[in-house]
C-alpha cells in the first residue's frame, strides 16, 4: 500500500500544501515546532479520519479557518483518490466521487502505523487506552469489527440504564434484561475472538522484531478478558449469578469493556517491572509485528511512519528497523537532523524540507 500523492486545505500550520512521495523512504525534515508531525498526522487522518495524537478533530483545522482536508492518492490493489473534510459541524469522508456514510466501511482501506515516542505512554495509563490500541488496529483489519464494537456499546449503555432500573422498580420485567444479556454476550464475544485471535497473530511475529532490533529477552502480548476461553453459556452462568450485584452497582459486571493487554517480558509485567527503554521497544516491536500481520491478511504492507524516532531510541536501532524492513514497505521518517540518518538511505529517499509554514521537495543536488 502506497501513498502516491498528499494534498492538503487548512491543516494544522499549513495553508495549502500539495506534495508527491516516493514509493519506498520519504524523510521530513526540519527545525522543532516547524510542522514535520503535521505531514505524517495528515497521512494517519487520511487513513483512519483522526489523528493520532488528539481526540480534537478540530485541533486539525488551521486556526481561524472552518474546515479542513486531506486528500490523498492511495494506491492498494487499485489506485483512489481519498479525501477526509473536517469541519466544526462533522466530518465527511469520499473515496473517489463518492461520500462513504458508513466509517467502517472507510478506515478498512487505508492501513498506516505509526511509530511514536509518545507510544510508550500506554503502559502508565488506564486499561481503557490499551483497548483504544487494539481498537484502532483491529478496525484496520477486519472490516465488520467497529460494527460489532458500536454495537456493543449500545447494548451496553441500554443494559446498564435498565439495571438502575431494575434497582428502582423491583417489578420491572427481568425478561428485557435477558435479552440485553444474551445480546452483550453475542457482540461482546465476537469483539473478544477478534482480539484474541489478533494477539495471537501478533505473538508470531514479535518476538522476532524485539530480539533482531532491540534486545535480547522473550516478548510476548497477553490478553486479558473475562470472556476469553469462555462459551457463551459459561458466560451467561457468570451473569445470572452476579445478577444481584449488578443490580445494586447499577452497571453490567462483566464485559470486553474491562479487557486488558499486558506485555510480558521473560514472564515478567513489562508495565510493573520493564526499564524505560524495554518498555519503549515493547511498543515499536508490536507495531513492526503488525506490518506481518497485515501483510498476511492482504498481501500488502501498511504504510509505516516513524514520527521523531530519533528522540526515542538510538541510531543503531533505527539503523536496525529499517535495515529489516521489506523494500515493499513505504515508510515516513521525520526528524530535525538530517545528519543521523545514513547516507545510503539518503541516496534512496525523497527528502521534504519544512520551512515557514511551506514544503519543499529537495533534491540536494541529485537527479
Ligand atoms: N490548528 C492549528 N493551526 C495552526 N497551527 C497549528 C495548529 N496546530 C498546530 N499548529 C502549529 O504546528 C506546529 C507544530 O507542528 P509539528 O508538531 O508538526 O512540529 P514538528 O516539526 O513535528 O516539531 P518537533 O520537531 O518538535 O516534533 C506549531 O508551530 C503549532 O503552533
Ligand atoms: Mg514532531
Partial sequence: MKIRSLKLVNFRNYKQVELKFNDNLNIIYGNNGCGKTNVVESIYALSLTKSFRTNEDKNLIKKGELSTKIEGEILSNTENNYQVIISKEGKKVKIDDDYISKISDYIANIKVIVLEPDAQTIFNDTPASR???????????????????????????????????????????????????????????????????????????????????????????????????????????????????????????????????????????????????????????????????????????????LDDLFSAIDNEKIKNIIKLLNENVQTFITTTDLERIPENLINHASLYEVKDEMIVEDYCGRK
Fill in 131 to 305: 483497548r483504544k490500541l487494539l481498537n484502532i488496529e483491529i478496525s484496520q483489519l477486519e472490516k465488520d469489527y467497529l460494527i460489532y464494537l458500536n454495537n456493543y456499546n449500545k447494548i451496553l449503555k441500554q443494559r446498564n440504564f435498565y439495571l438502575k432500573e431494575l434497582f428502582i422498580n423491583g417489578n420491572a420485567s427481568l425478561d428485557y434484561l435477558n435479552i440485553l444479556t444474551t445480546k452483550l454476550i453475542e457482540s461482546g464475544k465476537k469483539i473478544s475472538d477478534y482480539r484474541l485471535n489478533f494477539i495471537d497473530k501478533i505473538n508470531e511475529y514479535i518476538n522476532n522484531y524485539y530480539q533482531n532490533i532491540f534486545s535480547y529477552g522473550n516478548l510476548k502480548v497477553k490478553y486479558i478478558s473475562e470472556f476469553k476461553n469462555k462459551s457463551e453459556e459459561d458466560i451467561l452462568k457468570m451473569f445470572n449469578k452476579n445478577y444481584q450485584k449488578e443490580v445494586n452497582l447499577g452497571k453490567s459486571y462483566f464485559g470486553i469493556h474491562h479487557d486488558d493487554i499486558e506485555f510480558i517480558l521473560d514472564n515478567k509485567n513489562i508495565r510493573e517491572w520493564g526499564s524505560n527503554g524495554q518498555q519503549k521497544n515493547a511498543i515499536f516491536a508490536f507495531k513492526l509485528a503488525e506490518l506481518d500481520l497485515f501483510y498476511q491478511k492482504n498481501g500488502l504492507y501498511p504504510i509505516l511512519i
